[in-house]
């Protein structure tokens, strides 16, 4: 009767996680369609259009994500809110992402991989991270580094790495990747993460971690070559 119940709860948990997956990807079809009406309005700001589009979509992601974080943390919202939200806002972009890394022949084998990886390990504390609700808000907050990456990323795209520009907005986000994803995310996610009871959180909490400390080496190999 206990292993049944058991099975219940998660086929009940496994076909809520299959509509916000329906509901997301739909969700970012259409924001999606949006983007592409404003690079045409636009198109002298797209010089890699398909690329630049995907970094406006990783930045949209990221506000969602900062969004429903901070209203959580700060007891606006309620956790039996927050969940759907947070799947609502993440299955499908990390889905049409891994889809874009796949196709885009400019990322190496390397790139690839590793984007293939995080998303997947992100959509996987996603999953099993719905009991822990303080550290998956608490691990997602990261994504304020986000809008500043991708503006540097962009920078680069159309050519301007030699400008005041983006050497001054490379050092910022370098400082606020170092503060956020090293210095708060140890503390206050990775810490109350080895407290948890559900070793695969742990195990998917830490190499996201471990991978971060690996993007934080690069961006200070790349601060070298700046200067």
Known sequence: ???????????????????????????????????????????KVFKDAWYQENLMLSSIHATFQIIGSS???NQWISSDVYIPYHALVTIGYYVKDLIFVYRYDQYSTKIKSQYFVHHTVCL??????????????????????????????????????????????????SLFYFMVRIVYAGIYVMGPLMYSDHYWVIIFGTFLYVLNFSWMFTIIKKIRMLY
């Open 71 to 73: 209203l959580f943390l």
């Open 1 to 43: 009767m206990w292993i049944q119940l058991k099975l219940k709860v998660l086929m009940l948990d496994t076909h809520h996680m299959i509509i916000a997956a329906a509901l997301s990807f739909l969700l970012y079809t259409q924001i999606e369609k949006a983007i592409s009406v404003f690079r045409k309005a636009y198109p």
């Open 124 to 173: 996987m504390i996603s999953y099993f991270g719905g009991k822990y609700p303080l550290i998956l808000a608490r691990g997602f907050l990261v994504e304020l580094t986000i809008p500043l990456t991708n503006w540097c990323m962009y920078l680069k795209r159309i050519d301007q790495t030699n400008t005041i520009m983006y050497k001054a907005s490379f050092i910022i986000m």
